[in-house]
């Protein structure tokens, strides 16, 4: 098995034979030193970028944790702090409309139309005002059937009345 590695300075190149390995130079090295060397070699050849982007994961969290924008720290609040920020925040027409049944309720009778308010009767109450606005010649013909018979026998009594009978 051979590998090679060319480097600009031909003087490293290296021929690897079992368990030794022959230089360029001529001199024979054992394969402990030359894996040592090839990690060497790797780790100048590697990119810097990758090499720096190598973090555990407490790390990576770390240097997060640093680079956190200040605003960000400051603008993280609890459920119940985002809750007072939002009340603080609102819109004041927005607090003023929020009310319960009851409230709203009691507003919308102090802002009714006042002939609704005054048209706005139990039945009781809406047949006195009927009776009221009668026509006083309804008012005059409307009798009981007690007063009705009545009316009739004073008219029998007059005169002018007939009976009728059957054939």
């Known amino acids: 098995r051979a590998l090679e590695t060319e480097l600009s300075d031909m003087s490293n190149v290296m021929t690897i034979f079992g ?9 024979v090295k054992a394969i402990q030193d ?27 969290d770390v240097l997060l944790d640093d680079k956190l924008n200040v605003g960000d720290q400051i603008d993280a609040y609890t459920k119940q702090e985002d809750d007072a920020l939002l009340l ?9 409309d929020s009310y319960t049944k009851g409230d709203d309720d009691a507003m919308r009778l102090l802002k009714a139309d006042k002939s609704e308010l005054i048209d706005a009767y139990t039945k009781q109450e809406d047949d006195a005002l009927l009776l009221l606005k009668a026509d006083k ?31």
Not at 149 to 165: F, P, Q, R, T
């Open 19 to 27: 368990a030794a390995t022959v230089c360029a130079g001529g001199s």
């Open 34 to 60: 030359i894996n040592t060397y090839d990690d060497a070699l790797l780790l100048l050849k590697a990119d810097k970028t990758q090499l720096i982007d190598a973090y555990s994961k407490t790390e990576a």
């Open 88 to 96: 603080l925040n609102a819109d004041q027409i927005q607090l003023i």
């Open 137 to 167: 010649s309804q008012l005059i013909d409307a009798y009981t059937k007690g007063e009705t018979n009545n009316l009739l026998n004073s008219k029998a009594n007059s005169g002018v009345s007939y009976i009728e009978g059957e054939d």
